[in-house]
């Protein structure tokens, strides 16, 4: 079968548990051959008046050892076949894990989270199944039917062996029929399974957004049209997949019936016994579980083979940005220089040209421009999320590209626009890239980034529990809990994206003081819409469209004239102007 070819590499590495198990199976199907034969001669010395006393003890004994045998037996393969199986889905799970953080953030565009979720659940699920029941149900079928089916012919008869499985090559090409048709049925099962994933992780996440707009009641017709597609979709795999134990024993009754028809007639011609007719019935009954069982084979071997192809197209993708075939031994801060001829996302309109700027250690870099101007792009460009197509971006000399990532980044401490807090206490949050830091390293860090009082002030302290993505916390107290998290590892560069957008201008001069006082000698990156945050920053770039339109310190692009100096005397305006406001109604 396919799909157990593609996991041959799996079967190698546990044969010796996969062996054990097997052998067990085996057994099992050996030692369930001998109650019926010897029902069978109890039958049959019952009949003939010539059945001793102990003959039927020593037969009811061996029926209870038997008895005992296949238990331990059927214990020891689920043990090493089911038990086993489960090793497959660890594995799975883990290289999935692995693959989503080595991948780039164009990955995440392409696959959808709900999608992720449903391949690294109900997918890996879906093929342990066939590691573990499925091969259960191959071995098991197959050494049961054969065995079974050599002691009807040799011990039995050989006559009605053949006349019995005559209608076996039409159930399977029946079954081989459905099988087609379930193939296609359950990987739309599958497929609208990730939908559903997907529709309900969003609807979670965005919970806020819907009830704010009372778009409650859309949003539940919406998902309830999704939920109806899943519905008919997997109802309509459930319609192939329940044809296949019918069509199992509408051959098996036929099966039946030219058993009694033969067997009866044999009987009359003296050349069957009623306890051999029964014997043969009951090794017939045998067969109907081999048989059902072939058909759930079948049936899961469809969905685990569409499930692992689905894991195999994940595990195929590479990410946009390399590791460089010779890195560096480290990375080192250093002058920092961009060359960017041009770079463009997906091979779409050009998001940044001519981008050519020098900042040595330890200095600040602030860059302003309007929403779509290019000012994030710079940051993840350096961060290495993305690469450039035409130019490069030089550290302490060298090409970014040649540092291996995790020495990179582990230069960089990044507090995004959208901050992604995780549903933990305070305490680990802050100290989430090491967790070994101490209570006074993690206040120190709240301390210089405004929030030490915010944490004090919470009944629970440091230990408070913040919700999934933060939800218990302002917006401010957000921003400032990134900023401690990435202030805490002492980072030689810093890049603060628009991270100061929701505290107020006072709690905003505060914090870039500390920095400021802090971070003396270390390389400081800070995008912001409000230009007070930048009028001590040694170099300003105005990005417009993705171009440098104006350049220079703070002093300097006043005196030019331009959109900075227009933009700051407008901010500094309304801030007066909001000043005044509260000092009127505070006097009222």
């Not at 990730?194 to 704010?212: C, H, M, P, W, Y």
């Amino acid at each position: 079968m396919k799909l157990m070819k593609k996991l041959s590499w799996f079967f190698k590495l546990e044969k010796r548990r996969y062996i054990i198990g097997i052998l067990a199976l085996s057994l099992v199907s050996l030692v369930n051959l001998i109650p019926p034969r010897v029902i069978g001669q109890v039958i049959d010395e019952i009949a003939g008046r010539s059945l001793p006393q102990q003959e039927l003890v020593y037969n009811l004994l061996l029926l209870t050892a038997s008895a005992f045998v296949m238990y331990g037996l059927r214990y020891l393969w689920r043990l090493y076949i089911l038990g086993t199986a489960n090793h497959l889905g660890r594995i799975l799970r883990f290289r999935l894990f692995e693959q989503f953080t080595l991948m780039s953030p164009s990955f995440y565009q392409k696959f959808r989270t709900g999608d992720l979720m449903a391949h690294a659940t109900n997918d890996i699920n879906a093929v342990v199944s066939v590691a573990g029941g499925g091969v259960m149900s191959a071995v098991d079928a197959s050494i049961t039917a054969l065995v079974t089916l050599i002691t009807m012919f040799f011990l039995l008869d050989w006559r009605l062996t053949v006349i019995a499985i005559l209608p076996l090559p039409f159930l399977s090409w029946g079954t081989g029929l459905i099988g087609r048709r379930n193939h296609e049925s359950f990987k739309a099962a599958q497929e609208a399974f990730s939908d559903l994933n997907n529709t309900v992780q969003e609807s979670v996440a965005g919970i806020k957004v819907t009830k704010s707009f009372g778009y409650q009641a859309a949003e539940s017709r919406s998902f309830a049209a999704t939920n109806q597609e899943v519905y008919r979709k997997n109802v309509l795999a459930a319609k192939y997949n329940s044809l296949f134990d019918p069509l199992v024993l509408v051959f098996i009754g036929l099966s039946y019936t030219l058993t009694l028809l033969f067997g009866g007639i044999f009987i009359t011609q003296g050349q069957f016994t009623v306890g051999e007719l029964v014997t043969f019935i009951t090794y017939l009954d045998m067969l109907v579980w081999p048989l059902q069982a072939m058909g759930y084979l079948f049936n899961i071997s469809q969905r685990g083979l569409v499930s692992y192809e689905r894991i195999e197209l994940l595990l195929a993708q590479e990410s946009d940005v390399k590791e460089a075939a010779q890195p560096l031994p480290a990375a080192k801060n250093g002058r920092l220089d961009y060359a960017i001829q041009r770079f463009s996302y997906d091979a779409g309109q050009e998001t940044l040209h001519d981008i050519h700027f020098s900042l040595e250690k330890g200095q600040t870099l602030g860059i302003v421009g309007q929403t779509g101007s290019g000012k994030t792009t710079l940051l993840r460009l350096l961060l290495r999320e993305r690469d450039i197509q035409e130019g490069a971006i030089y550290l302490d000399g060298q090409d970014i590209r040649r540092y291996r990532l995790a020495d990179l980044r582990r230069l960089i401490g990044y507090v995004p626009q959208e901050q992604i807090l995780f549903a933990l206490s305070i305490r680990d949050n802050i100290r989430f890239a090491n967790p070994e830091l101490t209570d006074r390293q993690i206040m120190e860090a709240a301390r210089l980034c405004g929030v030490y009082e915010d944490i004090k002030a919470m009944p629970e302290g440091l230990d408070t529990v913040i919700g999934e993505r933060g939800l218990s916390l302002s917006g401010g107290q957000k921003q400032r809990l990134a900023m401690s998290r990435a202030l805490i590892t002492k980072p030689e560069i810093l890049i603060l994206d628009d991270s100061l957008s929701a505290v107020d201008a006072k709690t905003e001069h505060e914090i870039l003081e500390n920095l400021k006082t802090e971070r003396d000698g270390k390389t400081t990156i800070i995008t912001a819409h409000r230009l007070s945050a930048l009028v001590h920053a040694d170099l300003i770039l105005v990005m417009e469209d993705g171009r440098i339109k104006e350049r220079g310190t703070h002093q300097a692009l006043l005196a030019q004239g331009g959109w900075y100096a227009a933009t700051y005397q407008n901010q500094q305006l309304a801030e007066s102007l909001e000043e005044g406001t509260h000092e009127k109604t505070s006097d009222l």
